[in-house]
């Protein structure tokens, strides 16, 4: 009988294999999407962190590069208020280009 521990020598072997697999096959079902799940959910945050961070930093240097820019031909003071005009303006007219194209493929 092969089922028989007493008489089958390889019994243990088999049986710890068929457990080992058993676990296996559960955990490919249930554990590993919940990781690659995890995962996807972590590096998208971060990923969505460092995009805002970046976007933050151009603008900033938009700005700044501006006001240095209009600092040539008009005063601090003037080139700080007309740099916020032209970055805001330029940022303002790309929303709206976005925003236009929200309903495109409807």
Known sequence: MPGNPLTDPNWADEM???VVRTID???DKTTVPVIY???GLVFGIVAAFLGVFVLVLLILGLLRGTQALLDI???QARAVYLSYLIVGSVICIAGLIVFRKRNAQA
Do not use: E, G, L, P
């Open 16 to 18: 710890t294999d068929t």
């Open 25 to 27: 096959a559960v955990r």
């Open 37 to 39: 799940a995890a995962r």
């Open 73 to 75: 031909w008009v005063s």
